[in-house]
């Protein structure tokens, strides 16, 4: 797949690498942004979302894996379904404890 990027070499196109790199690091300051003007309330909404997009990634790395050959792909796809499943496990504990902590009511 080729991009035509503003990071364009002589052909024309960027790099494929180049590419993903960048709307990586893009993706990355905007998650940044966001969650740093988060309030508490809309905390649990937004965790929640990650752990959707935690389980599409696990999902991908399942898809990816199976689909590899040799060793370094399969080794490479079995732990990046572990880290996926850690980081869905993670916000949805995350998530539940956030949710929970709110919903409690204080007696007087």
Not at 23 to 44: D, N, R, V
Request: hydrophobic share 55%; glycine share 12%; net charge positive.
């Amino acid at each position: 797949m080729r991009f035509p990027l503003l990071l364009a070499g002589p052909s024309g196109f960027a790099d494929p690498l180049i590419a993903a790199l960048t709307i990586f690091l893009l993706a990355a300051l905007i998650g940044a942004k966001l969650f740093s003007e988060t309030t508490a309330q809309t905390l649990a909404a937004r965790l929640s979302l990650l752990v959707g997009l935690a389980g599409a990634g696990a999902l991908g790395a399942i898809v990816v894996a199976a689909g590899s050959g040799g060793l370094f792909g399969r080794t490479a796809g079995v732990i990046a379904v572990a880290l996926a499943t850690t980081a869905a496990v993670a916000g949805f504990l995350t998530t539940h404890t956030l949710v929970k902590g709110q919903t409690t009511k204080e007696t007087p």
